[in-house]
Structure formats: structure tokens, C-alpha cells
């Protein structure tokens, strides 16, 4: 069963913090992505890297960076969290062999005060 | 870069009757058109998916078929029940990147 996990259910933040996502999947999966959904808006992709110390900006990538070290663990960086960027946030994951599905963490709510 | 447009945002039916919910796209190139179930304060889950080889695919009481030539893609969801209440995601994509570009969703509430 495809676990993918992320390192806090609920996060809050002061402005101007430096603050870190943590998400790791256990699939030995190549291919991991950094979402952001808010109301109205969907999930929006922030980042996303097919292999280890490889990354490519989504749709919205400003105010964030990533790293991915290792392939099992895929993180996102808010450099210097502002209040617009309180959101719940989903990591995925997928393999890069033949199946399309992306898999979902639970979510981390970041709240920006 | 792809744009998917999905409708309606909020759908509200009866116990028993059929919903629908439509979903286009922009680039040519995709051919992988996922959809996501989101019940509320989880994480959304894939519930059918197909390919642009393909017209149409089924799954029990949920189906969905793909226009090509119109670029578009739709959701039937057949006897709906209370439990099939949850926000829809259409998503669109498929290269060799496997990025998928998501709607804004469908917010599905089945009344009893």
C-alpha cells in the first residue's frame, strides 16, 4: 500500500519565518509534487522534481524553493513565510514507470500570522 | 501551458439521481485525464482516470467520457448516494513529466 506522508497535520507561523514541509513516500517513487489548494482555487502546483537534486517550478512558484536530497523525501521551503501563503498544502508522489496515478499526503494546514 | 476549466463549481442532487460534471482542456498534447474524490479533511484519491486512446471508461456507478476533437471530458456519477458527497477534481496532463493540471473543482452534495 503506497504511503505518503507529511511531517505536520497543523503548522502556524509568524511573517517573515523561515519554515520548512517535510514529505516522504515509501514507493521508491521518482516523480514528487508540491500542491497548494485553497478555497475557489484548486491545487495549484508549486514545485516538483523527477529525481534526486532535480526540481522544475510549477505553476506558482514564487516565495518558494525545494529540495530533494534523497528520493524518498521531497521538501518545500518557505524562505520567508507572508500571510498569503497560509494554505493547506498536499505533497504526491508517482512512479515514473507506466502508472499515471499521483499519490496524496494528508496535508499540512499553514497558517501565517 | 494547460488550462483546465471545470463545471459547475457546486452541484447539488437527490438521493438516486444521476450527476454530471464537465471539465475542458487546452493543449493538444495531453492524454492522461484523471479524477480526484476530496472528501472533506482528506486527502483526495483517484477514482477513474482515462486516456486519450480511449472514449469512454466505466466503473460501476461512475463513468467518464473524452471529446477529443472538442477537448473535453466529463464525470457521471449514476445512483448517487450520500456517501459520493465530497469535492470532484478533474485534472488534465500525461507528458513525460507526468504533470497534471488541475480544475477548481466540483463541490457534489447528494441529499437524502
Known amino acids: 500500500d503506497v504511503k505518503v506522508t507529511q511531517s505536520s497535520r497543523y503548522l502556524v507561523k509568524r511573517t517573515g519565518e523561515k519554515v520548512f514541509l517535510e514529505c516522504v513516500q515509501d514507493?521508491?517513487?521518482?516523480?514528487m509534487f508540491w500542491y497548494r489548494q485553497d478555497p475557489g482555487l484548486g491545487l495549484r502546483l508549486i514545485y516538483f522534481s523527477y529525481d534526486v537534486k532535480m526540481k522544475e517550478k510549477g505553476d506558482i512558484p514564487e516565495g518558494y524553493s525545494v529540495s530533494r536530497e534523497k528520493k524518498e523525501r521531497f521538501s518545500l521551503i518557505l524562505e520567508s513565510a507572508s500571510t498569503n501563503q497560509t494554505s493547506m498544502y498536499l505533497c504526491a508522489s508517482i512512479t515514473g514507470t507506466g502508472g499515471n496515478e499521483q499519490f496524496f499526503g494528508p496535508g499540512t494546514r499553514l497558517t501565517v500570522l | 501551458g494547460e488550462n483546465v476549466e471545470q463545471h459547475p463549481s457546486t452541484l447539488s442532487v437527490q438521493e438516486g439521481d444521476s450527476a454530471v460534471i464537465k471539465c475542458t482542456y487546452s493543449?493538444?498534447?495531453?492524454?492522461?485525464f484523471p479524477w480526484y474524490k476530496q472528501e472533506l479533511g482528506k486527502r483526495p484519491q483517484l477514482i477513474i482516470d482515462?486516456?486519450?486512446?480511449?472514449g469512454e471508461k466505466k466503473d460501476q456507478r461512475i463513468a467518464v467520457t473524452l471529446n477529443k476533437t472538442a477537448k473535453h471530458f466529463s464525470l457521471h456519477i449514476t445512483e448517487t448516494q450520500p456517501e459520493d458527497s465530497a469535492v470532484y477534481f478533474c485534472?488534465?496532463?500525461?507528458?513525460?513529466?507526468?504533470?497534471?493540471?488541475f480544475g477548481k473543482g466540483t463541490l457534489l452534495t447528494v441529499n437524502p
Open positions: 485534472a488534465a496532463g500525461g507528458g513525460s513529466n507526468y504533470k497534471l493540471t
Open positions: 514507493m521508491d517513487h521518482e516523480n
Open positions: 493543449d493538444s498534447a495531453s492524454n492522461y
Open positions: 482515462i486516456r486519450s486512446n480511449v
